[in-house]
């Protein structure tokens, strides 16, 4: 079965510092795999996705992630991190012919000025 | 089109009463999906429809839970019989295509409180 592991619950980073958040991903078949992030209250917004071809995308807001197939990761960065960005960020796979989502727990980003 | 629109976006509800909640997905979106979010964790999928297909439901969907989407347009979530448990964000998502490699939108998501 398909699963995604966000082993940080909590990390908290300096305004202007560099970010990277962790996810591992358990995925039979080329794995899609998507960075949603979730300000509270609110849905869900895509920040990139990754089908095929070049293993470094970039996303919106400045941020890029790498695919790693021997590792089974995938890799949410950025290079200078602003108090907006502070929110939960999920990292999914999809599944399934018809791409159905299978999230991480999520990991909580805090700002510290 | 403004995107995937929930309706209500918050649903208080006495244990027992039934609910229903509406989504309206972004025009021409063939596909439609419903998750369920508690809190401190990812979404979970529960259902998906194509067009007015319900292709899929998730073992989550128990008995008391029915989704719809009548002509393929807009979609109903109902909970009868609501117990505590149910008390969680629910999300619904389209997506345009027939390909596994389509983007999923969301909602701003129903909040259900059960009391």
């Known amino acids: 079965a398909q699963s995604v592991t966000q082993p940080d619950i909590h990390i908290t980073v300096s305004e202007g510092a560099s970010l990277e958040l962790r996810c591992n991903y358990s995925?039979?078949?080329?794995?899609?795999l998507f960075w949603y992030v979730q300000s509270p209250g609110q849905g869900l917004q895509l920040l990139l996705k990754?089908?095929?071809?070049?293993?470094l995308v970039q996303g919106i807001k400045g941020f890029e992630a790498e695919f790693k197939r021997s590792q089974s990761s995938f890799n949410l960065r950025k290079p200078s991190v602003h108090w907006s960005d502070a929110a939960e960020y999920f990292c999914?796979?999809?599944?399934?012919?018809?791409?159905?989502?299978?999230f991480g727990t999520g990991t909580r980003l805090l700002v510290s000025p | 089109d403004t995107g995937v629109s929930q309706d209500p976006r918050h649903k208080i509800t006495k244990r027992g009463q039934n609910v229903t909640f509406r989504c309206d997905p972004i025009?021409?979106?063939?596909?439609l999906y419903w998750y369920r979010q508690t809190l401190g964790q990812g979404p979970e999928f529960l259902t998906y429809?194509?067009?007015?297909?319900?292709?899929?439901k998730s073992r989550l969907l128990s008995d008391r839970f029915s989704a719809e989407r009548p002509k393929g347009s807009f979609s109903t979530l109902e909970i009868q019989r609501t117990e505590q448990g149910d008390s969680a964000m629910y999300l619904c998502?389209?997506?345009?295509?027939?390909?596994?490699?389509?983007?999923?939108?969301f909602g701003q998501g129903t909040r259900l409180t059960v009391v």
């Open positions: 998502a389209s997506s345009l295509g027939t390909g596994e490699n389509t983007e999923a939108f």
């Open positions: 995925y039979g078949a080329t794995p899609y």
């Open positions: 990754y089908f095929s071809g070049d293993t």
């Open positions: 999914a796979v999809g599944a399934g012919g018809f791409q159905k989502l299978v």
């Open positions: 025009s021409e979106h063939n596909r």
């Open positions: 429809f194509q067009n007015e297909a319900q292709l899929e």
